[in-house]
DNA sequence: TTGTACGCGTTATCAC
DNA sequence: GTGATAACGCGTACAA
């Protein structure tokens, strides 16, 4: 029965050289080892299958290899269609992806930053939950980050201060929806929004206003309801929309998916009694059976800019405070109507 | 300037004790020091906000605390629920997620799960590829994973083989779903299967013959399109079904959603003019303008056995090879009219 | 062209 | 109760 090699120091044994050696040839670096010698070391190292132990390395080389991401919720499309895009092209600079749910809670940025931050990441991809962005906790993560001297960017979602952070244009995305509704004829527009912590939100906003501004418009209190980014907000601000608005601004497209679910509950049809738009594009907008009117996010573009942005920042040992923001892209499909 | 404190040894030398008293007391092993200096360590520890290093602690005990998980494609909502579900479970039991996509290549599969296999993750979760299935390329897999010795477990998608495994129960399931539509009238029924060679598919074949079996019926060669489980498959396969069956049986829910993509392209209605169920029950199901009937996967009942299995398996140093199959649920919806 | 010796930060064993 | 000392597997200056 063969010892099985499995360590640096058992090829150097097997080979009868030092563990330099075999270091020096297995990594490829520049060295001056005989080719006879070389050849033995790679070919007994490929023999026994030998896989270099990436923790041990780690530890010597004080480097990971790995990139902490951590988003309020995977489930969303949005956030999956990111961290698929950012998997794929972290891999292709050698870096894996740890990956966190925060499930929009405080705590848990805390916690996840804290644990990556333990695991050793070269880097983090971070998008606040919006509970941190409530009551200002967020300058605890703000604080918590720096203290770190981990390079982060912050995806999305992000707070005042000098991190980089790459997202797309709100305040344009919404500033050409708004324009779309008005001159499709829409003068009674009911908004669902975010929460209006998030400067995201606070960027769509502005757009709506601008527009409205324009066109002499002007929005009533009671049409605008301010909710979270998912499917029930959608709902219940549609109930409270519904009937008094001839069109809903749903300020992502989950929101405008439960906005869908309540006027076919009350057997009312999108567009021909009130008209939808939403934000985000995710995957299933193009595929409803309504087919959403809603603003692109370029979310491969805004992934690539950020990991290259984030690779940078490490392997330069640069401290970028870039902040990219992409403008989004109005896709008119079926659920705005003229009149 | 205080001279930063940021290991055990730093810690030990402030203190005057020894690293070994600092270990014992920060991890709260079992140890006879005494409370004063246990108090003094702690605070030391605690002002100086001192965090070990995981990838020192992770050499030392030959223990990473992290799961590999791979996915065909993480954009899908199955495996985007999927994960999840996994990430949110393994935290419960101290492990971390890292994530791959291996975008339905084989090579990525024997790519990743080395790379995996180098930064010593305690466990793998795996979906094969499809690629993967076919050409029996699986039998590398196989073989790759069993010497690997990494605690394993295949989910959703397998392979023959005594590794351990979780999965819905396919065959149950299509059985179900196409017994509802017998019941409906239906007989002239088309299938939009996926890949052959995954047994899940197969699973659901047998369902769907056991069905008709049992109702005296029987499908034609001409309305069973064999495809891959995305949505252009299902726009593909429509175009071959449409207009020929009373109903198709997409054999996952995207593959539905490009069924109802090209049927309004058609201006053809469902259910009027043909009826559709899909498989998976994916979150965007339930919501659509047309709500699907399909089967539900329970996601998460599914990955809590997997963590569970797996987590003992780590821990135990048990090699389990279970097979656990869980059933699905028909979720009837809107999408399935009586004739 | 090759080898020696030490460092990375932590845990584990054993002796005092 | 406490402290040396040796692993863990790899990288790397420096010496030969």
């Known amino acids: 029965m063969q010892k099985k090699i499995t360590t640096i120091k058992d090829i150097a044994e097997s080979c009868g050289v030092s563990m330099t050696t075999v270091s020096l ?132 979602r992000f707070f005042p201060g000098d991190q980089p952070k790459v997202y797309v244009d709100n305040t344009q995305g919404a500033y050409e929806l708004t324009k779309h509704l008005i001159e499709n004829g829409h003068k009674e527009i009911g908004l669902i929004t975010g929460p209006l912590d998030l400067i995201g939100t606070q960027g769509r906003l502005a757009g709506v206003q601008k527009a409205l501004k324009e066109a002499g418009l002007s929005i009533k209190k009671e049409h605008i309801v301010n909710a979270t980014y998912d499917i029930d907000s959608g709902r219940q601000g549609a109930k409270k929309l519904l009937g008094k608005v001839s069109a809903i601004f749903a300020f992502n497209d989950m929101q405008a998916y439960g906005v869908l679910d309540s006027a076919r509950e009350r057997h009312m049809l999108i567009p021909r009694d009130v008209s939808l738009v939403g934000f985000d594009d995710i995957f299933y907008s193009a595929v409803l059976d309504m087919r959403l009117t809603t603003v692109s996010q370029p979310v491969k573009e805004m992934t690539k800019a950020l990991c290259s942005l984030l690779v940078r920042a490490i392997e330069d040992h640069a401290t970028a405070n870039d902040e990219i923001s992409i403008p989004g892209t109005l896709v008119k499909r079926d659920s705005v109507r003229t009149i």
């Open 25 to 156: 040839v297995l990594n490829h670096r520049p060295n001056n080892v005989s080719l006879a010698t070389k050849e033995k070391i790679i070919r007994t190292a490929d023999e026994c299958d030998y896989r270099p132990n990436g923790i041990a390395r780690s530890l010597a080389t004080k480097k990971s290899n790995t990139i902490g991401v951590i988003v309020p919720d995977i489930s969303n499309s949005f956030f999956s269609d990111s961290v698929k895009s950012m998997q794929i092209e972290l891999d292709k600079h050698g870096y894996t992806v740890l990956l966190c749910n925060s499930e929009e809670q405080f705590a848990n940025d805390v916690k996840y930053i804290k644990l990556l931050s333990n695991r050793q990441v070269d880097g983090l991809i971070l998008t606040v939950s919006a509970e941190t962005m409530a009551d200002n906790q967020w300058t605890t993560v703000r604080d918590l980050i720096s203290s770190l001297k981990i390079p982060t960017v912050l995806y999305d």
